[in-house]
């Protein structure tokens, strides 16, 4: 969202020629469904609604990376002025990410990061340190003995790989707490075969 109305002020405060102009954001969400990503897109798009000069295309992936990478390629097609991505997975996203960045079109990543540093901006929270309190809040339940299973988002999904290596930071220096295992989580409706 600061980074939506960055854009839009820097629209607002183009040149008068460039008044004129219509611009293009693209948004591919990994997925929409949740309530976190609906009241996201709530919001750009009541601060778009005061900018009668940019056209919003949203696309949801709805948790399939294939299906977004798809939808990545067709915004960049569309010649949009910026595109923001929330990558679903990481690997199957990376590269085709670089190639839209190689031609050019700026890039913000939303939420998750891809394995390069081919964009433009990172609008996200430090996830290793929420991982961190994480641990340190369990490390507290536990009084620093005991066992416990921890159970995280999609394995190639970078803000669930870092709380994972921020809980275990905090865990692995605790002999008296053991971690069994992780379980993937692939809300919603999740259901442990």
């Not at 056209?55 to 299906?67: C, G």
């Not at 977004?68 to 910026?82: F, G, K």
């Not at 700026?106 to 430090?126: E, Q």
């Amino acid at each position: 969202l600061f980074f939506l109305l960055s854009i839009l002020f820097y629209i607002s405060c183009s040149s008068p020629h460039q008044k004129d102009k219509k611009f293009k954001i693209g948004f591919s969400q990994c997925q929409g469904g949740d309530d976190w990503r609906k009241t996201m897109l709530a919001e750009m798009k009541r601060e778009l609604s005061f900018h009668d000069n940019v056209e919003f295309i949203y696309r949801d992936a709805e948790a399939d990376s294939k299906k977004q990478l798809e939808q990545i390629e067709e915004l960049a097609r569309l010649n949009v002025d910026v595109l923001i991505i929330s990558p679903n997975e990481i690997q199957p996203l990376s590269s085709g990410i670089e190639k839209v960045y190689d031609t050019g079109i700026p890039v913000v990543l939303v939420d998750r990061g891809i394995n390069s540093k081919k964009y433009t901006a990172f609008i996200g929270a430090s996830n290793f340190e929420v991982g961190q309190n994480a641990g340190r809040y369990a490390v507290s339940l536990l009084k620093g003995k005991g066992t416990l299973i921890e159970v995280m988002g999609l394995s190639d999904a970078s803000p669930f790989i870092d709380r994972h290596k921020g809980f275990m930071d905090i865990i692995s220096q605790q002999p008296g707490i053991i971690c069994l295992e992780k379980l993937e989580d692939h809300s919603p409706g999740y259901q442990q075969k």
